[in-house]
C-alpha cells in the first residue's frame, strides 16, 4: 500500500524538486533506510513492516541530519510517521534541519501499531498515505502510577540494573544531536562501570529528554536489555504537557518551555 | 551524492550480529542494527554500535610492519610474508616445532580459522593453536 | 528556569520512587541570615523523617 507515496516522489524526483528521498529500501528479505535519487529504484520501497506492522522502523531523521550536513544547499524529502513529523518540527525548532530544504512525505500507521505504541496522534499532518488513526489508550505509565513508592522504586531498579550501557538509546534517538554527551562525561557516568549508578544513568537522559522526545519508541526498541524506556519517556512527555502545556512536536512556532527563559 | 546503507555482520564476536553500514559517497559515517536480521533483531551492543569508528581511522594498520631493531617499520606483503616464513623455517629446526604457538581471532571468518588450525597442525607440525576468545 | 527543571526533576523521581521532598529549592538572599537558618534546619528535619536514601540502603543490604 505505497503507491501514492511513490507515485508523490516520482513525480518529485522527475521535476528535479528534491535530490533524494530518504526512506527504507527492501532486499533479500531485509529492510534498510536508503537515499532514492532515482525513480526507478522505487519498486524497492517498503515502509517498514516486517513479521508486524512498523517492525522494521530506523531513525530517518537522524540520516537525515547527517545529508544535510554534507549538502546543506540541496533539498531532501523524506518517509515520516506522526512521531517522525513531530521530530522534524522540533529538529527544525532546534535548528538542526532547516524547514524550507525538506519535504514530508507522509505515512499514517495503522491501528495495531498506533495501540501498540499508545501513540498520541499515530498519523503526520503530511499524510499521503495510509489512515487517519485514534488515539491509542495509555497504559503504560499509569500501571508504574498504580505501585507506592517502595514498588516503584523496586521496579527501576531491577529494570535499570540490567542495564549494559550499550548507548543504544542515545544512538538510536533521532532527537540525540549533542556533540558532547554527559552520559559520556566520567563525573557523571563513571567509565567501564557496569551497570551504570542506578538511576542516574537513565534519569541524567530522562531529563535531557524533555521536551525533546517525541516518543517514537525506536530507544526501547533497541534496548537489548529489554528495558521499558519508553514508559519513562512517556511520563517525562506528560510531566511537561501537565505542567507547561508543552506538547512536543505539535507546534512549530510555540518552543519548549526550557528554551523560552521568562522575564517577570 | 549517494547514500546507502549496507547489511553487513558484526566483526567483534561470534554472536553474528547484523548490522547496516551507513554510507554516504563511499565514506561510512555511522552503524544501525538491523531491524530484520533474526539474530538480533534491531539490537547491538556497545562494540556493534561504534563498528563504523575504526573504519576510515588514522590509527588503523593499513599495511604490514616488521620489527627492525626497537622499531616497526612499514613493509611490503611479500617482505613480510618472506621474512615470517624464513624464520618460522629457523625455529621449528633449531628448537623444534613445540617452540612455536599461533594465536588466532574470534574476528576471523570460520574458514580463515580453519585454514590456521590446519597451518598450524600439518605444517607447523604442533597443536599449539588458541584464539583470543578464550577470555 | 531552575524552578521549572525542579518541577520535572522532581515529579520524575516521584516517578521512579524517590520521594520528591528529597530536593528542595528556596530563595534566600545573603542579607537573610534567620531565613536562611530556617531553611536548612527545615530541610534537615525533613530529610531525617524521610530517613536514609533507599537506593544505598538497599545497596548495602
Given at each position: 500500500m505505497n503507491e501514492k507515496i511513490k507515485e508523490k516522489v516520482s513525480e518529485l524526483l522527475k521535476e528535479d524538486k528534491i535530490k533524494g528521498f530518504l526512506g527504507l529500501r527492501e532486499e533479500n528479505g531485509h529492510i534498510m533506510p536508503h537515499l532514492f535519487c532515482d525513480p526507478n529504484e522505487l519498486e524497492f520501497l517498503s515502509i517498514g513492516d516486517w513479521k508486524k506492522v512498523g517492525g522494521a522502523r530506523y531513525p530517518l531523521n537522524q540520516i537525515l541530519i547527517q545529508l544535510a550536513m554534507a549538502y546543506p544547499e540541496d533539498r531532501f524529502a523524506i518517509l515520516v510517521r506522526g512521531c517522525d513529523e513531530r521530530g522534524l518540527r522540533e529538529l527544525f525548532k532546534w535548528n538542526q534541519l532547516k524547514e524550507e530544504k525538506i519535504v514530508l512525505i507522509g505515512i499514517g500507521c495503522p491501528e495495531e501499531l498506533a495501540r501498540a505504541c499508545e501513540c498520541e496522534k499515530p498519523f503526520p499532518d503530511s499524510l499521503i498515505e495510509g489512515p487517519q488513526g485514534e488515539k491509542g489508550d495509555s497504559q503504560r505509565v499509569a500501571r508504574i502510577e498504580a505501585m507506592d513508592l517502595d514498588q516503584r522504586l523496586q521496579y527501576w531498579k531491577t529494570e535499570f540494573d540490567r542495564c549494559i550501557k550499550c548507548f543504544g538509546c542515545r544512538n538510536v534517538c533521532p532527537m540525540c544531536f549533542c556533540k558532547e554527551c554527559s552520559l559520556e562525561e566520567d563525573r557523571f557516568v563513571k567509565t567501564g562501570e557496569i551497570p551504570p549508578a542506578n538511576p542516574t544513568f537513565h534519569l541524567s537522559r530522562a531529563i535531557h529528554m524533555v521536551g525533546r522526545c517525541i516518543d517514537c519508541g525506536l530507544c526501547e526498541e533497541a534496548c537489548p536489555a529489554e528495558i521499558p524506556l519508553r514508559t519513562l519517556y512517556k511520563k517525562i512527555t506528560g510531566i511537561i504537557a501537565e505542567e507547561f502545556g508543552y506538547k512536543t512536536?505539535?507546534?512549530?512556532e510555540e518552543k519548549s518551555p526550557f528554551n523560552v527563559i521568562e522575564v517577570k | 551524492m549517494e547514500f546507502k546503507t549496507v547489511l553487513t555482520t558484526c566483526p567483534y564476536c561470534g554472536c553474528g550480529c547484523g548490522l547496516l553500514l551507513e554510507v554516504l559517497d563511499g565514506k561510512v559515517i555511522g552503524t544501525l542494527p538491523s531491524k530484520t536480521s533474526p539474530v538480533n533483531e534491531g539490537k547491538l551492543c556497545i562494540k556493534g554500535w561504534t563498528v563504523h569508528e575504526f573504519i576510515h581511522h588514522p590509527s588503523r594498520l593499513v599495511q604490514p610492519l616488521v620489527r627492525k631493531g626497537d622499531d616497526l617499520r612499514e613493509a611490503s606483503w611479500k617482505e613480510a610474508l618472506d621474512l615470517s616464513v624464513r624464520r618460522l623455517k629457523e625455529i621449528k629446526e633449531k628448537?623444534?616445532?613445540?617452540?612455536i604457538a599461533v594465536l588466532t581471532s574470534a574476528k576471523c571468518t570460520n574458514e580463515e580459522n580453519y585454514l590456521l588450525q590446519k597451518f598450524t597442525r600439518a605444517v607447523l607440525g604442533t597443536n599449539n593453536i588458541d584464539h583470543c576468545a578464550r577470555l | 528556569m531552575a524552578k521549572k527543571r525542579l518541577t520535572v526533576v522532581q515529579r520524575l523521581l516521584e516517578f521512579s520512587g524517590i520521594h520528591p521532598e528529597r530536593l528542595r529549592m528556596k530563595w534566600v538572599s545573603s542579607a537573610e541570615a534567620a531565613e536562611f537558618v530556617h531553611e536548612i534546619t527545615d530541610f534537615a528535619e525533613e530529610i531525617k523523617k524521610l530517613g536514609p536514601n533507599p537506593l544505598k540502603v538497599k545497596e548495602a543490604a
Amino acid at each position: 500500500m505505497n503507491e501514492k507515496i511513490k507515485e508523490k516522489v516520482s513525480e518529485l524526483l522527475k521535476e528535479d524538486k528534491i535530490k533524494g528521498f530518504l526512506g527504507l529500501r527492501e532486499e533479500n528479505g531485509h529492510i534498510m533506510p536508503h537515499l532514492f535519487c532515482d525513480p526507478n529504484e522505487l519498486e524497492f520501497l517498503s515502509i517498514g513492516d516486517w513479521k508486524k506492522v512498523g517492525g522494521a522502523r530506523y531513525p530517518l531523521n537522524q540520516i537525515l541530519i547527517q545529508l544535510a550536513m554534507a549538502y546543506p544547499e540541496d533539498r531532501f524529502a523524506i518517509l515520516v510517521r506522526g512521531c517522525d513529523e513531530r521530530g522534524l518540527r522540533e529538529l527544525f525548532k532546534w535548528n538542526q534541519l532547516k524547514e524550507e530544504k525538506i519535504v514530508l512525505i507522509g505515512i499514517g500507521c495503522p491501528e495495531e501499531l498506533a495501540r501498540a505504541c499508545e501513540c498520541e496522534k499515530p498519523f503526520p499532518d503530511s499524510l499521503i498515505e495510509g489512515p487517519q488513526g485514534e488515539k491509542g489508550d495509555s497504559q503504560r505509565v499509569a500501571r508504574i502510577e498504580a505501585m507506592d513508592l517502595d514498588q516503584r522504586l523496586q521496579y527501576w531498579k531491577t529494570e535499570f540494573d540490567r542495564c549494559i550501557k550499550c548507548f543504544g538509546c542515545r544512538n538510536v534517538c533521532p532527537m540525540c544531536f549533542c556533540k558532547e554527551c554527559s552520559l559520556e562525561e566520567d563525573r557523571f557516568v563513571k567509565t567501564g562501570e557496569i551497570p551504570p549508578a542506578n538511576p542516574t544513568f537513565h534519569l541524567s537522559r530522562a531529563i535531557h529528554m524533555v521536551g525533546r522526545c517525541i516518543d517514537c519508541g525506536l530507544c526501547e526498541e533497541a534496548c537489548p536489555a529489554e528495558i521499558p524506556l519508553r514508559t519513562l519517556y512517556k511520563k517525562i512527555t506528560g510531566i511537561i504537557a501537565e505542567e507547561f502545556g508543552y506538547k512536543t512536536g505539535y507546534n512549530l512556532e510555540e518552543k519548549s518551555p526550557f528554551n523560552v527563559i521568562e522575564v517577570k | 551524492m549517494e547514500f546507502k546503507t549496507v547489511l553487513t555482520t558484526c566483526p567483534y564476536c561470534g554472536c553474528g550480529c547484523g548490522l547496516l553500514l551507513e554510507v554516504l559517497d563511499g565514506k561510512v559515517i555511522g552503524t544501525l542494527p538491523s531491524k530484520t536480521s533474526p539474530v538480533n533483531e534491531g539490537k547491538l551492543c556497545i562494540k556493534g554500535w561504534t563498528v563504523h569508528e575504526f573504519i576510515h581511522h588514522p590509527s588503523r594498520l593499513v599495511q604490514p610492519l616488521v620489527r627492525k631493531g626497537d622499531d616497526l617499520r612499514e613493509a611490503s606483503w611479500k617482505e613480510a610474508l618472506d621474512l615470517s616464513v624464513r624464520r618460522l623455517k629457523e625455529i621449528k629446526e633449531k628448537y623444534g616445532p613445540n617452540s612455536i604457538a599461533v594465536l588466532t581471532s574470534a574476528k576471523c571468518t570460520n574458514e580463515e580459522n580453519y585454514l590456521l588450525q590446519k597451518f598450524t597442525r600439518a605444517v607447523l607440525g604442533t597443536n599449539n593453536i588458541d584464539h583470543c576468545a578464550r577470555l | 528556569m531552575a524552578k521549572k527543571r525542579l518541577t520535572v526533576v522532581q515529579r520524575l523521581l516521584e516517578f521512579s520512587g524517590i520521594h520528591p521532598e528529597r530536593l528542595r529549592m528556596k530563595w534566600v538572599s545573603s542579607a537573610e541570615a534567620a531565613e536562611f537558618v530556617h531553611e536548612i534546619t527545615d530541610f534537615a528535619e525533613e530529610i531525617k523523617k524521610l530517613g536514609p536514601n533507599p537506593l544505598k540502603v538497599k545497596e548495602a543490604a
